[in-house]
């Protein structure tokens, strides 16, 4: 089979990474039919309580300019410029994403960004079939099901993508067959929505321009900025123990609960409790999946392939990647079964790290944020960026803002620079001053240039 244009492609799931994808292959010269067992969301409400406002970054912003489609994306973008961490006995401290003006992340809805791709989708050519289930692979074919009818068919196409999430029936199915083994990692902690309402006037009651965030140590709470003023809060907690959702289950213990940890949302939003039990309980688990493709066939892609917990705000972003990977593969002109193991080969790696480093990311956003030796390391790494740009540059830094850098390569130069900050702590001064002939060497020796030719590199 010919990765050639003209060829009808199927993509199952059409929340976000599905219509960007068809897009993609669209403007390739495919026939795609995008399925999607939800009715139109454009005609329809989005679920509600299980949005989680999703953070874009330039890591995704990439494939959308690669898609076309990034200036009407661009409307709908919040800035957010750092954390504004609230602490019980402090006021709130911005601790900054980046150094630069230009090193912000965005809030962006779900249901809005849908909403967009699944019009340009359309635009470019693209034939949706909503309220259409993927039953997954039986035998040669893939099954599917109109909902509206009952009818059952088998989708007919050259090749099949499923972006169909986390919980890919299609990935399911593979595992059936032994093509794929899937490893299901649960957090263990689960999460519920809530909406902070607009001041009189439609304004924000917090500051917009920063995402939002309550360290509780075992816990957390977020807060991410809607264009009409609203915040989407969402709470982070064990499923049980003490605190956990287990504990929450009577009026008192709820109340008391939110008046003791979050008394600022507490005494601006009369109806969090409400909120809270009114809006279901969502789990959070990371997917380890191996065998992405069937030959040919079908492909896994998104979280179908590798689901992450949402605290470094890459599920979405990586999604993006995986589209533009692949529409860069093809131009190869291999055939699928080629470039679908080619796929894999190139992108696992990177999406296991990102696993990781979304897992470490909870724990600095519940509780090292507050930590004094925390806030010293980051002003340091930021010391050393300055110093030395073409060699260091913060882990969290590398993965939002820097798409030219793999998220394994993120990881591998994080814990080296990790090391490097922690020998400068233990060797700096009594003033806390960085000994900058240490700096150099430990950069030098242990960190190679990004790429391209270091402007700082030292000569004789």
Same mark, same amino acid.
């Given at each position: ?23 993609? /292959? ?11 067992? @939800? ?16 953070? /874009? ?14 200036? +009407? ?209 969502? +789990? ?14 079908? /492909? ?13 705000? +890459? ?50 956003? @519940? ?94």
């Amino acid at each position: 089979m010919s990765a050639a244009g003209g060829r009808a492609v199927a993509v199952i799931g059409a929340g976000l990474t599905g219509p960007l994808l068809g897009l993609l /292959l669209a403007r390739r010269g495919f026939a795609v039919t995008l399925l999607e067992r @939800r009715p139109d969301p454009r005609r329809s409400a989005a679920d509600g309580g299980r949005s989680i406002n999703l953070a /874009l970054a330039a890591r995704g912003m990439r494939p959308l300019e690669r898609a076309g489609v990034l200036a +009407q994306v661009e409307p709908l973008l919040l800035p957010m410029r750092g954390r504004m961490v609230h602490e019980l006995s402090a006021a709130p401290l911005l601790q900054r994403y980046g150094q630069r003006p230009q090193e912000v992340i965005y809030s962006v809805g779900r249901a809005a960004l849908n909403r967009v791709l699944i019009e340009a989708a359309e635009q470019a050519g693209v034939s949706v079939r909503f309220e259409h289930r993927c039953l997954g692979l039986q035998g040669q074919t893939l099954r599917c099901v109109d909902e509206r009818s009952g009818r059952e068919f088998d989708l007919e196409c050259e090749t099949a993508i499923a972006a169909d999430g986390a919980g890919s029936p299609v990935r399911e199915s593979l595992e059936r067959t032994g093509a794929c083994t899937v490893q299901i990692e649960p957090l263990g902690h689960d999460y519920k929505e809530m909406t902070l309402p607009a001041l009189p006037g439609g304004t924000h009651a917090l500051d917009p321009g920063a995402l939002h965030i309550w360290p509780r140590g075992g816990f957390m709470l977020i807060a991410l900025p809607n264009p009409e003023g609203t915040f989407t809060l969402t709470l982070f907690l064990p499923r049980t123990g003490v605190p956990s959702f287990a504990a929450l289950r009577d009026e008192a213990a709820l109340a008391r609960f939110f008046a003791e940890q979050f008394p600022d949302l507490a005494a601006h939003h009369a109806g969090l409790c409400a909120d809270f039990r009114r809006n279901p309980q969502g +789990q959070l688990a990371t997917v380890h999946a191996r065998g992405w493709h069937l030959g040919g066939q079908v /492909l896994l892609l998104g979280d179908a392939a590798h689901a992450i917990v949402p605290f470094h705000g +890459q599920g979405m972003n990586a999604g993006f990647e995986d589209c533009a990977l692949l529409d860069e593969l093809l131009e190869a002109g291999e055939d699928w079964a080629q470039t679908y193991a080619r796929f894999e080969q190139i992108r696992r790696p990177s999406t296991e790290a990102i696993a990781r480093m979304a897992l470490e990311n909870y724990l600095e956003m @519940r509780d090292q944020v507050r930590d004094l030796k925390f806030q010293r390391l980051k002003r340091r790494a930021f010391e050393l960026e300055q110093r030395f740009p073409e060699r260091f540059i913060p882990r969290y830094s590398m993965v939002m803002f820097h798409p030219e850098i793999s998220y394994l390569e993120a990881l591998r130069r994080g814990q080296v620079q990790a090391g490097i900050l922690e020998r400068l702590e233990r060797e700096c001064t009594a003033e806390g001053a960085t000994d900058a002939a240490l700096a150099e060497a430990l950069v030098y020796e242990q960190l190679p240039p990004l790429g391209g030719r270091d402007p700082g590199a030292r000569t004789g």
